[in-house]
């Protein structure tokens, strides 16, 4: 099993408390701790708003991390989970991304989906299309980049991009391209738009779930005619971990102290359900045992958020200890 970090930019109030001229140092610490530790791949979130509900606290901008990490690290990989495709224009998005590349020396990794959180689209003022037509977005811009990307110019005369000899110099250092994570688990279009492009999926870690939309990804690769065995596949997941079930409750509380100031209590407890609920909850053994059965079934990429990331690395260090050895 390979291991990613999330690290902490403030999406889902991850960064409360902490100066805003103090945030990038919070950042930039745990991704060098993570580059110089047991993880493969360091990833943010493309949100402009925060979760659970839109507050004043800071988020800050996927692609201008991944520049910024890429600076600063030597080794990870530097991911998004996920880019919107329908915030950027592919070509240009395609242009950032390979710059990006060139910065870490080949080490990004593209996540890509067709985007979900209305708030932010229409506060942007992207609208809010219908999903079909956010995943018709998807599967344009997802040609244009593998284009960009392979041949150095992108052309298409799509229904809702069209570009024409769109050159994208210098390439990705990555050979192919960058690797493509195509994000969700939409049955019917995102997994079979995975099956035609994508190296990596990214869907849901609960295992029955897992194991369904697993067998639907299956069955769109014999569909288009790829093979279903070379598709990585990741799920996302919450930790709160401790010693003891007495250390990880009150990792759990923290969550609502340290939030509820900023999104309310309703609200805060609906995060903190997040992790409460999540195979990553519980003590290193718990953790492992879910965890390794979600691997059996297939998932062999797990990528971890923990929410107190910013304040308090021993989490992050137990699990280093304890799980990370325990999967690998």
């Known amino acids: 099993m390979r291991f990613g970090l999330f690290v902490p930019q403030g999406w889902r109030h991850d960064l409360v408390g902490i100066d805003p001229k103090d945030q990038w140092a919070t950042m930039k610490g745990l991704a060098q701790h993570a580059d110089a530790g047991p993880w493969e791949s360091i990833w943010v979130y493309d949100h402009f708003h925060t979760v659970p509900v839109p507050t004043d606290e800071a988020t800050h901008e996927a692609w201008t991390l991944m520049s910024a990490f890429g600076a600063v690290t030597e080794r990870v990989r530097l991911g998004q989970m996920c880019t919107c495709m329908s915030y950027r224009n592919p070509a240009y998005l395609a242009k950032v991304a390979a710059t990006c590349d060139v910065v870490s020396g080949g080490r990004v990794e593209m996540g890509i989906g067709a985007g979900w959180y209305e708030h932010e689209w229409r506060a942007y003022g992207y609208g809010f299309p219908p999903a079909r037509e956010r995943l018709r977005m998807l599967d344009e811009g997802v ?119 900023a999104v309310g209590e309703e609200a805060a407890q609906r995060l903190q359900g997040q992790f409460r609920d999540s195979p990553a909850c519980g003590t290193p053994a718990q953790v492992v045992e879910r965890l390794g059965a979600l691997r059996e079934a297939g998932m062999t990429y797990g990528i971890f958020n923990f929410s107190e990331a910013a304040y308090d690395r021993a989490g992050i260090e137990l699990f280093e200890r304890e799980v990370i050895p325990a999967l690998r």
Request: some cysteine.
């Open 143 to 261: 040609q244009i980049m593998r284009q960009a990307w392979t041949e150095g110019r992108a052309s298409l005369d799509g229904q809702h991009y069209q570009v024409d000899g769109a050159i994208v110099r210098p390439l990705p250092l990555q050979e192919g391209g960058i690797p493509l994570w195509i994000a969700g688990g939409g049955e019917k279009v995102t997994l079979k738009i995975a099956a035609k492009y994508a190296q990596y999926t990214n869907f849901v870690g609960v295992q029955d779930e897992f194991v369904r939309k697993s067998e639907l990804l299956k069955g769109h690769c014999e569909t288009v005619g790829t093979d279903f065995d070379a598709i990585v596949r990741s799920s996302n997941f919450n930790v709160a971990i401790g010693e003891t079930e007495a250390e990880v409750e009150k990792r759990l509380q923290d969550i609502v102290t340290r939030v509820q100031p």
